[in-house]
């Protein structure tokens, strides 16, 4: 089992920025990748940006250039950076780890950007 607890969302500003952080605990040896996923209303969930146990990333093409995924030292923590930020880019930011050995996607319960225009 994997927990997952995200924080840093509110409130911003159009061109400004938030830091997202993603803290797991439980089986954290086991997670192949984690990622940011993010849900605007009456749409589909979308992939934000994602990063391999060995640090390769993967990002949407539309957000390349203003969003950076990072994790910490410890691997047990994951950041996402959000530059720039748009009105567009208001959602529900999820956090999500997947581990293949059980073949899970593990969800966080997600955390609130709102950017103002």
């Known amino acids: 089992q994997v927990q997952l607890v995200e924080s840093g969302g509110g409130l911003v500003q159009a061109g400004g920025s938030l830091r997202l952080s993603c803290a797991a605990s439980?089986?954290?040896?086991?997670?192949?990748?984690m990622g940011w996923y993010r849900q605007a209303p009456g749409k589909q969930r979308e992939l934000v940006a994602a990063i391999t146990s060995d640090g390769r990333t993967n990002y949407a093409d539309s957000l390349k250039g203003r969003f950076t995924i990072s994790r910490g030292n410890g691997k047990n923590t994951m950041y996402l950076q959000m530059n720039s930020l748009k009105p567009d880019d208001t959602a529900v930011y999820y956090c999500?780890?997947?581990?293949?050995?059980?073949?899970?996607?593990?969800w966080g319960q997600g955390t609130q950007v709102t950017v103002s225009s």
């Open positions: 999500n780890a997947n581990v293949k050995a059980v073949a899970t996607n593990y």
């Open positions: 439980g089986s954290i040896f086991a997670i192949n990748a």
